[in-house]
């Protein structure tokens, strides 16, 4: 089983991959466009996830892997 969406927004990673495509991997612009993020957060680190690796189902992450991918990262705003 792995994550494969923002549930907040119901945004699939397959629809933020390819407007990554567009704006490139700023978490900012991508919420922005697709509201992915906006809601609870919990989605951000498999966005960053998807977005480092390009798969667009993962796995679950451990709470390590969660605090590393969010290292510096400020959340967009709601």
Do not use: W
Request: net charge positive; hydrophobic share 35%; aromatic share 2%.
């Amino acid at each position: 089983m792995g994550v494969n969406r923002c549930i907040c927004r119901n945004v699939p990673f397959t629809q933020i991959a390819l407007v990554a495509r567009e704006v490139g991997n700023d978490l900012a612009k991508l919420s922005e466009k697709t509201g992915c993020g906006t809601g609870c957060g919990m989605c951000l680190p498999y966005v960053k996830h998807m977005l480092r690796t390009g798969l667009t189902t993962v796995p679950v992450l451990s709470h390590h892997e969660i605090a590393e991918l969010m290292k510096g990262q400020q959340v967009p705003p709601k």
